[in-house]
């Protein structure tokens, strides 16, 4: 003879949801060790601008300055590099390991025509600097105003026009 028990949706949806949570601890534990080690992350960036040029700046501390490789087309420019992984500790475990390794690479563009010859790059304590000059024909240009007739003392005078 069978026995009936009375279907209780409060006890079911705890239950199911203590599997769930189960669940994802268990994935999150095993995946995530291997994923962090080898896994592409996105580089963060400063960037600034003043009147002849931007500057970016970008943290990349335990990178070798011949294993960036920095590209422009057009406007677009490419930060790219890989983080390599610290020899694991063989004799016992690691309590605590949020150190990133592996590839990365930035991309953005810029929001004017840069004068692409004059690009300095600097590398010093970690931190990648990017002086990015603007083109001529964009930079700011102040216009005097000469007074007088045909630049002379007195007023500005088109061609053709008599005073």
């Keep these: 003879m069978s026995t009936l028990i009375r279907w ?4 079911d949806m705890v239950s199911f949801r ?3 949570d189960r669940l994802f601890d ?15 992350w996105g580089l963060a960036l400063d960037i600034a601008e003043n009147d002849n040029a931007f500057i970016v700046k ?5 990178v070798k300055p011949e294993d960036l490789d920095i590209s422009l087309n057009d406007n677009t420019l490419t930060i790219r590099g890989e ?3 610290d020899e ?9 390991r949020e150190r990133r390794f592996g590839s990365f690479t930035r ?12 690009i300095d790059a600097n590398y010093e304590d970690g931190v990648l600097t990017l002086n990015i000059p603007k083109s001529e024909e964009v930079q ?24």
């Design 8 to 11: 209780n949706p409060v006890r």
């Design 18 to 20: 203590r599997q769930m």
């Design 26 to 40: 268990n994935f999150m534990d095993e995946s995530m060790a291997g994923r962090l080690e080898n896994q592409s």
């Design 58 to 62: 970008a943290s990349v501390p335990g």
């Design 83 to 85: 983080v390599k992984s």
């Design 88 to 96: 694991t500790i063989e004799e016992g475990q690691y309590h605590v």
């Design 107 to 118: 991309t953005l563009t810029l929001p004017r025509t840069v004068n692409r010859d004059a």
């Design 140 to 163: 700011p240009r102040r216009i005097t105003v000469n007074s007088g007739r045909n630049g002379q003392n007195g007023q500005n005078v088109l061609e053709g026009e008599t005073a």
